[in-house]
């Protein structure tokens, strides 16, 4: 199931990195051993299946560029909790995109 979203911030604290970016919620792939299911049911109180959702982040290029204006450096990396390559991402592009 996908669902179009708009996050307030596209960018998340990180304990690996200073922020991370995830252009999507979710993942299509399911993977039975992917530790980011756990993370989604834990902290985004979701009740679809994982692997049977995404949700679409769709205005994430033009936040982080909003975001990154008032910032002189950051260390950002890019979806440490989801696929940013995962099928839908052939039709949204919003990895691909910028401003």
């Not at 049911?41 to 299946?49: A, I, S, T, W």
Request: hydrophobic share 30%.
């Amino acid at each position: 199931m996908k669902k179009i979203v708009y996050a307030k911030s596209p960018l998340s604290k990180s304990r690996i990195a200073e922020y991370n970016i995830n252009p999507y919620l979710g993942c299509t792939h399911g993977g039975r051993y992917c530790y980011a299911s756990m993370i989604i049911e834990r902290f985004h109180n979701k009740d679809e299946v994982w692997g049977e959702f995404v949700d679409v982040r769709m205005n994430t290029p033009e936040n982080i560029l909003r975001e990154l204006k008032n910032k002189k450096s950051a260390d950002i990396y890019m979806s440490l909790m989801t696929d940013c390559y995962q099928p839908i991402e052939e039709k949204y592009q919003i990895t691909r995109k910028h401003s």
